[in-house]
């Protein structure tokens, strides 16, 4: 079946760095999401790409979907702790649309 | 989102305890799911329903069973609970419209048993 696949798993990074992170799907996408999860809460979506190429900015988070439409990016500039957390990526699977979650990258920061 | 709701909150128990985790939700969505979280292995789905009359196997639905009462409600069931079962468990709904769905996740229930 479909697989997402996030790297890396898991990120630690001084505060004010910038970092990327990484999606990959093993089939073309027709969109890819993006949730985030802070500790102790539960999954929050956070953006939806859906053309080749697109790019969507939340104020320091920059959403990429690659050309081919099966891997996408997340960069963070200038990290702060309040942008700690875990960062799924999830795209729809063929036929049903249903989402298919990576395992997710947990981010922690160093003040 | 207060919109979907998971009863209790935390549930301590014992194997071999039959046990039901509970997820209403005031979105009005078709789409329900049940999810587990364990350190490490990101959200894994046990089951889902795309309508009352619709229930799916996800991926680890041993030990577990279910049942769509009404579009808001969609329970999740251990029959026979087992300490492998301690875990975070998520109900979600989605709203699928043209291109895909965006899913709506609850606070979560912390199971751990005994």
């Known amino acids: 079946g479909q697989q997402v696949m996030q790297i890396p798993q898991y990120q630690h990074v001084q505060e004010g760095e910038d970092f990327t992170t990484y999606c990959n799907s093993s089939?073309?996408?027709?969109?890819i999401q993006w949730y985030k999860q802070r500790p102790g809460g539960h999954p929050v979506f956070l953006i939806q790409?859906?053309?080749?190429?697109e790019v969507k900015k939340q104020k320091r988070l920059t959403f990429q979907f690659g050309e081919a439409k099966k891997n996408s990016s997340l960069h963070i500039t200038a990290t702060q702790t309040t942008d700690v957390g875990t960062y799924f990526c999830a795209g729809p699977e063929g036929g049903s649309e249903k989402l298919v979650f990576g395992k997710g990258m947990k981010l922690t920061v160093n003040p | 989102d207060a919109d979907v709701t998971q009863t209790p909150r935390n549930r301590i128990t014992k194997t071999g305890k039959r046990i039901m985790l509970e997820c209403s939700q005031t979105k009005g969505h078709d789409r329900m799911y049940w999810y587990r979280q364990d350190p490490g292995l990101g959200l894994r789905l046990i089951y889902y329903?795309?309508?009352?009359?619709?229930?799916n196997k996800g991926e680890i639905s041993d030990g577990y069973s279910v049942s769509r009462q009404a579009q808001a409600k969609f329970s999740l069931s251990l029959e026979s609970a087992i300490p492998n079962q301690t875990a975070l468990y998520f109900c979600?709904?989605?709203?699928?419209?043209?291109?895909?769905?965006?899913?709506?996740f609850g606070p979560g229930t912390r199971l751990l048993v005994l």
């Open positions: 089939t073309t996408l027709s969109n």
């Open positions: 979600a709904t989605s709203d699928w419209v043209q291109g895909g769905e965006t899913q709506y």
């Open positions: 790409l859906v053309k080749s190429g």
């Open positions: 329903s795309f309508d009352v009359k619709d229930i």
